[in-house]
């Protein structure tokens, strides 16, 4: 069976991923219902009515039917992903917690959970909790171990070239010309999320031409987002006035022309051409017997064997990577970005050496 690229499947979110070939999809976002548990309307205190989310699909019976649904469509998710895919699930205090409990039980592996702060939240009108000023997204591959996508570099890009972190901050709901409404001025969608949300995700854990499927399409935001970087995508929906929105919405979209070495942004460490540390000790740039720093710490260090292997203090010997690893417990180490070089007062990571090896040997 061909995948429906670039396509909305109109019907039942779980029916659908149950046609749909096993592993066949690079990632998925899913932005469920929250079941917010609304049951009366809300009021300001000038007592305007807040447009609240209180759509039928957002309604459940009990937690207990809430979870069996989550469980139903979690568990066709995990059979059309990739082994090396990933998904991506936004929720509430409401139900992302027990959205992340089934995910567990279900195999996935969290890899982290990612909290959007919202510069512009609903105020808590009553006075009686805290304002909800964030929302919750779990990010997790297929299992324990697992390969997955993960373009580090290019959220560093993102970030002023400083590691991305988990709290998403200089993100707005989606309002203005994003907001997508009917002919009335009324909006199409209750809960449409904004297109750099879904930026940062489809950046982050794809790469072009790669499937992106959303089993809870909406307005179409995954979509629209999975065009202008040259993603495919597949879109669920079952509510008509959504699909003929979202398929309004894309149509609109015209992206630049595909150009891989602009819209590829993999790590160039990877396709660079590789250096063993061996080589920077053998000539010159590094030296025998010389200290080593982990994580700029100064009481942890190494010198540098005549071998190119490096011996700590306390008498462990092994390569960068191994090394740095027990200092992280256990955990992978890139050694070239953990281990520096202390040069009048500056600290130096291993990999600036590399690159200038690289550099003075036209390997660049």
């Known amino acids: 069976m061909n995948l429906p690229l670039n396509q909305i499947l109109k019907g039942d979110c779980v029916e659908v991923l149950n046609s749909l070939p096993e592993n066949s999809v690079d990632l998925i976002f899913a932005d469920p219902p929250y079941n917010l548990q609304l049951r009366n309307d809300l009021h300001r205190p000038n007592m305007s009515k807040v447009d609240a989310v209180n759509d039928s699909w957002d309604q459940f019976d009990s937690f207990q039917a809430y979870d069996d649904f989550t469980?139903?469509?979690?568990?066709?998710?995990?059979?059309?992903?990739?082994?090396?895919?990933?998904?991506w699930v936004i929720g509430s205090y409401h139900n992302i917690f027990r959205v992340g409990s089934i995910m567990q039980d279900l195999g996935f592996w969290t890899l982290n959970d990612v909290l959007w702060i919202k510069t512009n939240p609903m105020p808590n009108f009553r006075g009686v909790r805290f304002a909800n000023a964030h929302e919750t997204l779990i990010w997790a591959s297929t299992g324990k171990g697992a390969k997955y996508t993960f373009n580090h570099q290019a959220m560093k890009g993102l970030n002023d070239e400083k590691q991305m972190r988990s709290d998403w901050w200089l993100i707005s709901l989606a309002t203005g010309k994003e907001r997508i409404k009917d002919k009335n001025?009324?909006?199409?969608?209750?809960?449409?999320?904004?297109?750099?949300?879904?930026?940062?995700?489809?950046?982050?854990?794809?790469?072009?031409?790669d499937v992106v499927l959303d089993p809870f399409f909406g307005s179409g935001t995954t979509g629209a987002v999975a065009t202008r970087l040259h993603r495919n995508w597949i879109g669920i929906e079952r509510e008509t006035k959504y699909v003929n929105a979202a398929k309004k919405r894309i149509a609109e979209i015209q992206?630049?022309?595909?150009?891989?070495?602009?819209?590829?942004?993999?790590?160039?460490?990877?396709?660079?051409?590789?250096?063993?540390?061996?080589?920077?000790?053998?000539?010159?740039?590094?030296?025998?017997?010389?200290?080593?720093?982990?994580?700029k710490d100064k009481s942890r260090f190494a010198k540098i064997k005549p071998d190119a292997r490096i011996r700590t203090v306390d008498?462990?010997?092994?390569?960068?990577?191994?090394?740095?690893?027990?200092?992280?417990n256990g955990a992978p180490c890139n050694g070239w970005e953990h281990w520096y070089v202390l040069e009048a007062g500056k600290m130096t990571s291993l990999d600036t050496f590399r690159q200038q090896y690289r550099i003075e040997n036209g390997m660049v």
């Open 315 to 328: 008498g462990v010997e092994g390569s960068i990577h191994k090394v740095g690893s027990l200092y992280m």
């Open 255 to 295: 992206p630049e022309e595909f150009d891989a070495q602009v819209f590829d942004v993999r790590s160039k460490s990877k396709s660079a051409p590789r250096v063993a540390f061996s080589t920077l000790v053998e000539n010159g740039l590094l030296r025998v017997g010389q200290k080593i720093y982990f994580a």
């Open 185 to 209: 001025g009324n909006k199409v969608h209750s809960t449409q999320k904004p297109e750099s949300l879904l930026y940062r995700v489809l950046l982050s854990s794809s790469n072009p031409g």
């Open 71 to 87: 469980r139903r469509w979690l568990s066709a998710c995990k059979r059309v992903l990739k082994p090396t895919g990933s998904i």
